[in-house]
């Protein structure tokens, strides 16, 4: 079966980096876009960043472009969150996920989430 496991997830100093690890096991990793997401205290749920399967195209929320950079590897079917330059208001629970194809349904898959806290 899917299952995505995050990790990485601590307490940071505000201008601090973390780094996040999806691993994913049950699918063809390979073949797959992935996503980022977070919920920060008292929230809805924010889109982070995305990947192509091949790694090859980013894309990233503006509330983290520049300072949060996505990257995979795929012999290793993990997909990575670099977070750089930390603030306070990424203090969140993010979660990996993607929506994997199983016949002619796709399902939208989720891990368990990871906690990041930013403060000093």
């Known amino acids: 079966q899917v299952q995505l496991v995050e990790s990485g997830g601590g307490l940071a100093q505000p201008g601090g980096s973390l780094r996040l690890s999806c691993a994913a096991s049950g699918f063809t990793f390979s073949s797959y876009a992935m996503n980022w997401a977070r919920q920060a205290p008292g929230k809805g749920l924010e889109w982070v960043s995305g990947?192509?399967?091949?790694?090859?195209?980013?894309y990233y929320a503006d509330s983290v472009k520049g300072r949060f950079t996505s990257y995979r590897d795929n012999a290793k079917n993990t997909v990575y969150l670099q977070m750089n330059s930390l603030k306070p208001e990424d203090t969140a629970v993010y979660y990996c996920n993607a929506g994997v194809a199983e016949g002619i349904l796709t399902y939208d898959y989720w891990g368990q989430g990871t906690q990041v806290t930013v403060s000093s």
């Open positions: 990947i192509s399967s091949d790694g090859s195209d980013t």
